[in-house]
Nanobody, 120 residues
Framework: QVQLVESGGGLVQPWGSLRLSCAAS????????MGWYRQVPDKLRELVAV???????NYVDSVKGRFTISRDNAKNTVYLQMNDLKPEDTGVYYC??????????????WGQGTQVTVSS
């Protein structure tokens, strides 16, 4: 069993900042990719940022230059630093991770989601 526990969501004003954290725990040999997705009503879940095992990363165009994803492998934690927040950044943010096992199997797991609301 694996678990992803998120923290850091909340209400913030436009141009403000938030830092999301997601800590992984449970049974796994490695964590491959980790990422953040967001979703608003009546819209598909959207990849916001993903970070690979080698610390390379990718972002959706709308957050480039404003958001930074990072990971602390010793803590099995991924972070999303969100700066210059805009109302359109509002949504439920989900942590995601791909866990690897020595058998070669992989497991995709999701956090429960944390609400981020950008409003004045």
């Amino acid at each position: 069993q694996v678990q992803l526990v998120e923290s850091g969501g909340g209400l913030v004003q436009p141009w403000g900042s938030l830092r999301l954290s997601c800590a992984a725990s449970g049974n796994f040999f490695s964590i491959n990719t980790m990422g953040w997705y967001r979703q608003v009503p009546d819209k598909l879940r959207e990849l916001v940022a993903v970070i690979n095992s080698d610390d390379s990363s990718n972002y959706v165009d709308s957050v480039k230059g404003r958001f930074t994803i990072s990971r602390d492998n010793a803590k099995n934690t991924v972070y999303l630093q969100m700066n210059d927040l805009k109302p359109e950044d509002t949504g439920v943010y989900y942590c995601n991770a791909e866990f690897g096992y020595r058998s070669g199997s992989v497991l995709i797991s999701w956090g429960q989601g944390t609400q981020v609301t950008v409003s004045s």
